[in-house]
T-cell receptor, first 116, second 116 residues
């Protein structure tokens, strides 16, 4: 158990719809990362938040957005869903305080999104 | 632009023998490298890491080698066990020694099957 909690574990929806994925980081971790894993693909970095602020952005579509709340949990919002958005979405957390870097990310079990 | 590459999608090894998983990278700014292991329906879990100032790191049956001039790293598992069967991801960071983010860039993974 990594200590990172993601909900829901599975989600089935239709094209054009909007969904929200939720992540609770490990206790004490200030940084949250979102990754997407499509079929036969590696983990693609989407976005990172640190203590409520966006810290780094990767290959995140404009239809996707994220935020980190004061209690440090994070949500990933996916809108105008397309068939190609079907994937596993992982959340990870780390301490990542300014000036200190443990190097390791701790991953949740993922949210599997199926768009029909 | 795939900055971290794992060119072997799969590898099959006999129990007790050595497993060698390879990874190549293109970004010379990467200063920290990690291997993650992933079982089906679970999130990736950290296995072993190496910083760019070292060329070898060992942890029990697992050893990671780094060849910076060739931009290549490898993971050796000796002896291999059936429980090692999983997908192994190579990952790299460009901010271990400083920087605002420690996002990881992942390869596409290698599926290791250890045959009893």
């Amino acid at each position: 158990d990594s200590g990172v909690t993601q909900t829901p574990k599975h989600l089935i929806t239709a094209t054009g719809q909007r969904v929200t994925l939720r992540c609770s980081p490990r206790s004490g971790d200030l940084s949250v990362y979102w990754y997407q894993q499509s079929l036969d693909q590696g983990l693609q970095f989407l976005i990172q938040y640190y203590n409520g602020e966006e810290r780094a952005k990767g290959n995140i579509l404009e239809r996707f957005s994220a935020q980190q709340f004061p209690d440090l949990h994070s949500e990933l919002n996916l809108s105008s869903l397309e068939l190609g958005d079907s994937a596993l979405y992982f959340c990870a957390s780390s301490v990542a305080r300014d000036g200190a870097n443990t190097g390791e990310l701790f991953f949740g079990e993922g949210s599997r999104l199926t768009v029909l | 632009d795939q900055q971290v590459k794992q060119n072997s999608p799969s590898l099959s090894v006999q129990e007790g023998r050595i497993s060698i998983l390879n990874c190549d990278y293109t970004n010379s700014m990467f200063d920290y490298f990690l291997w993650y292991k992933k079982y089906p329906a679970e999130g990736p879990t950290f296995l072993i890491s190496i910083s760019s100032i070292k060329d070898k790191n060992e942890d029990g049956r697992f050893t990671v080698f780094l060849n910076k001039s060739a931009k290549h790293l490898s993971l050796h598992i000796v002896p291999s066990q059936p429980g090692d069967s999983a997908v192994y991801f190579c990952a790299a960071s460009d901010s271990f020694y400083g920087g605002a983010t420690n996002k990881l860039i992942f390869g596409t993974g290698t599926l290791l099957a250890v045959q009893p």
